[in-house]
C-alpha cells in the first residue's frame, strides 16, 4: 500500500514523520521503498546510508518555432493556455518562454505551416538509491527554475514500481499540483501539524483539499503540548481520526538536527509509528495477505 505524508506548510515535521515510519517498517521487515516527493527540497535521504543506484533525466518537450516558415498566423499563440508564446507580428517577433511552456504539444498541433518542431528540455532528475542492499529510496529533484515539479514526481512514482509491501511518500507541503500528484495516488495520507494557529489553519486546507478528492487521512500532532487546544477540538469536531501526538521534546529536536533518526533511540517511538501503520493496515491496506 502507499501511504503519503503531507502537511499543509513546511516545517511541520513531514519529513520527520516519513523517515521514521519508513525506517520503522524496514526494521520490522516489511519489504518498503520511501519517495522523496517534495521535487523544490528533497532531503529524505540525508537521513540514512545509502548508495546511489541511478539518475533518471526527466524531460519535456517544449517547442522550438523556425521564423522562416512561420505565416505569422498566430494559432499558436491562441492554443497556447499558458501564455508560452510570446507573440507580436507587427514587428515579425515569436518565442517560446520555455520557463512558462508545460509541453503540452497543443502549439505543434496548431501549426499548419511545419513551422514548430520540438526538442528536449529536462525538468530534473529522479535520483534512486538502494537502503541494505534492497530497499529503495527515490527522491525527485527538480532544476532550479522550473515551473512545475510534477513530471519528475510521477516519475519518481513509477519509478518506485509496484511490488513492494509499501511505500512511503514525503509529500512537497501546500495543497497545489505537486500535493495533489502525490496524495492522487496514495492510498492513505497521514496529515502532520503542529497545535498552533498557523498548524491548524493550513490543515484546514489540506483537509479541505483531500475531502475534494476523496481521500482517506488521519492526523499526526507533531510538537504536541505547545500551542493551544484548538485542533484538538477542531478535529473532534469534525470527527477527524488523530492518529498520535509526539510530544516536544529537546531531545527528540536534538537527535533530528544532527540528521539522525529518532526512532533508531526510542524504541518507543518506533513501536508508536508501527500501531500508527497497523492500523492503517488493518482499515486500508492488503499488504498482510503478501507477508
Ligand atoms: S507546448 Fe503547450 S504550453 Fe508549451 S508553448 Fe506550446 S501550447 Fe504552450
Ligand atoms: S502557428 Fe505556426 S505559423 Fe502560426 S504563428 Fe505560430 S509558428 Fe507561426
Redesign the pocket.
Known sequence: MKIAVASGKGGTGKTFIATNLFFSLTGQGYNTGLIDCDAEAPNAAAFFNLTEVSRTNVAQLVPV?DTE?????????EYCNYNA?F?LPHIKL?NVIEELCHGCGA?SF????G??SEKPESLGNVVSYSYQNKTIVAEAVMNPGVMSPVPVIKKAISLAGNDREVIIMDSPPGTSCPFIQTVATADYIILVTEPTPFGLSDLKQSVDTLRTIGKDFGVIINRAGLGSKDIYTWLESENIRLLLEVPFKKETARIYSTGSLVADHDRFFMMQLMSVYKHIEEQYGDSSNQR
Open positions: 518555432i516558415k512561420c505565416t505569422w498566423c498566430g494559432k499558436c499563440h508564446i507573440y515569436i502549439c496548431a501549426c499548419d505551416s513551422a514548430i
